[in-house]
């Protein structure tokens, strides 16, 4: 889990050079872009009236009150958003490479248990919305997760839903570490050890989307 993908959505050249078409746009991907280009005109007045408010500052703190204006993003703009995206995914790729590489070279890739997932995906105007904070469909909230190491079948794939908070469980049986008792979620082994899908089937999943800049 990188966090890498976030936005300012900028990579190397190199990657870059893969994707980017030429643009005679404006935005070159940065967190401010994205901001004004979601923020609405009524989350506009009202952090004009109280900017003191919570959520009117960003994650450190700092009032919004100079990135009250909005933005208007074209199908050329979008167009070249995703493609800054995918390059930043990109470069992720390689980097992961290296990641396996050193594993190989130190002897540990088969013993290591490897596990990829990410904590969300982006909206990129498939629901009308940028980011990742204000809807709950499925290009956001529907994350990949694949686990790799001693013991696990190869080519696998489970159609169970699962949730990130299994991660913590699935580890430490991975690890031969004794449970922690009431913690949140539970181990995926038996799902590819023993298909014991049943203890999964009645469980409720949540996902929660705070609408900011609403």
């Not at 979620?185 to 800049?213: C, I, M, N, T």
Request: with cysteine; aromatic share 8%.
């Amino acid at each position: 889990h990188y966090i890498d993908a976030h936005s300012d959505y900028v990579a190397l050249p190199e990657h870059e050079a893969l994707f980017l078409k030429p643009f005679d746009g404006k935005f070159t991907g940065t967190t401010r872009e994205l901001f004004e280009l979601r923020v609405t005109d009524a989350f506009i007045e009202s952090c004009r009236a109280t900017p003191e408010a919570d959520r009117c500052k960003d994650n450190m703190g700092t009032p919004l009150t100079n990135l009250l204006r909005k933005s208007v993003l074209d199908g050329d703009g979008l167009v070249h958003l995703v493609d800054r995206y995918d390059a930043g995914i990109h470069q992720l790729d390689a980097e992961l490479g290296r990641v396996f590489e050193f594993l190989n070279e130190q002897g540990l890739m088969e013993r290591a248990a490897v596990i990829i997932t990410a904590d969300h995906g982006e909206a990129l105007m498939d629901h009308g919305d940028l980011f990742h904070a204000a809807s709950q469909y499925q290009e956001v909230i529907r994350v990949p997760l694949l686990v790799r190491g001693p013991g696990l079948p190869e080519g696998k794939r489970v159609a169970t839903p699962v949730s990130l908070v299994d991660l913590t469980p699935t580890i430490l049986e991975l690890a031969g570490v004794r449970p922690i008792i009431g913690i949140d979620g539970r181990s995926l082994v038996p799902l590819w050890r023993k298909d014991e899908k049943h203890q999964f089937d009645e469980r409720d999943l949540f996902a929660e989307a705070p609408g900011e800049y609403n």
